[in-house]
C-alpha cells in the first residue's frame, strides 16, 4: 500500500458525492508532498469542470485534475465509480 502524501509527484483522489446518468459530483482531494489541495468537480459525458474555486492547488495540477476528470466523463458504464485514485510523477501529464 503506498503512502496518502507522496514523497515527489502528485496523487489524485476523487471521491463520488452524487452520481445521476449524465453527471456526477466528486470531492478531489490533491496530495503533494508539501501540501493538500481540495476541491469539488463536475464531471458530465462532454466534460468536467470545477464548482466552485481549488484549495490550495497548483494551477497546473488543476489542469491536470479536469484532465483526468474529462477522461472519466468518456466512460459509457454506469455506475460511476465510487473513488478514483491517480498518481502522477513530477513532469508527467
Known amino acids: ?19 445521476a446518468e449524465a453527471e456526477a459530483r466528486y470531492d478531489a482531494a490533491v496530495f503533494t508532498s508539501e501540501h493538500t489541495g481540495r476541491a469539488r ?15 490550495d492547488i497548483a494551477e497546473a495540477h488543476v489542469a491536470q485534475l479536469l484532465a483526468l476528470a474529462k477522461t472519466l466523463g468518456k466512460r459509457e458504464d454506469a455506475p460511476w465509480p465510487r473513488r478514483i485514485n491517480r498518481w502522477r510523477s513530477p513532469g508527467v501529464r
Open 41 to 55: 468537480v463536475i464531471i458530465r459525458r462532454d466534460g468536467a469542470s470545477l464548482d466552485g474555486p481549488a484549495e
Open 1 to 19: 500500500m503506498h503512502a496518502v502524501v507522496p514523497r515527489s509527484g502528485v496523487r489524485y483522489e476523487l471521491t463520488l458525492v452524487q452520481g
